[in-house]
């Protein structure tokens, strides 16, 4: 019988690039470069993807997605989060709750905490208690501190529904 809790984790990356926003959680966030990437760039949304697939051993983003797809170029990763998520419906299971970091100096995600959750909530039609999004620096050490691209981690919680 298959474990009725399930843990999963998932971390991306994204380097800058030219632009005048970011994505993260599906929330537009206005700064002075965009994400470089073959999707919409959203660290966030990507890692809590692969830590629903990581949760039930289903893959990556990357083999569900693949950045060689031209169906992908540009995806919103709303959507494909939402594809995730039924994937884990599917096999009977459900999220109780997701954990996300995000690790940039810039921009300053405080004032978009809220946004972001009920974004990330929507899509999975959860509650936002169930939704954790919390933004840290890396005290100027690495890629990050140096402002090179963002990276995020995601740890979720998924249970058997009885």
Not at 20 to 29: H, K, M, N, R
Not at 54 to 66: K, N, R, S, V
Not at 102 to 108: D, G, L, Q, S, Y
Request: charged share 20%; net charge negative; aromatic share 4%.
């Amino acid at each position: 019988m298959a474990a009725q809790i399930r843990i999963g984790q998932g971390l991306d990356v994204h380097a800058f690039e030219d632009g005048e926003f970011v994505t993260l959680a599906g929330v537009q966030i206005p700064h002075t470069h965009g994400l470089k990437a073959h999707s919409d760039g959203d660290v966030v949304l990507h890692a809590l993807c692969d830590a629903l697939l990581g949760a039930l051993a289903l893959g990556d983003i990357g083999q569900h997605f693949p950045d060689t797809d031209p169906n992908f170029k540009g995806a919103d990763s709303k959507a494909l989060l939402k594809h995730v998520y039924q994937l884990i419906l599917d096999r009977g299971y459900v999220l109780s709750n997701a954990d996300i970091t995000v690790a940039c100096e810039r921009p300053k995600l405080a004032k978009h905490n809220l946004e972001m959750r009920q974004s990330i909530a929507d899509v999975l039609n959860v509650d936002t208690t169930q939704i954790s999004v919390k933004a840290t620096t890396t005290e100027k050490l690495g890629f990050t501190g140096r402002q090179e691209g963002i990276l995020s981690m995601a740890t979720v919680l998924v249970v058997h529904a009885k």
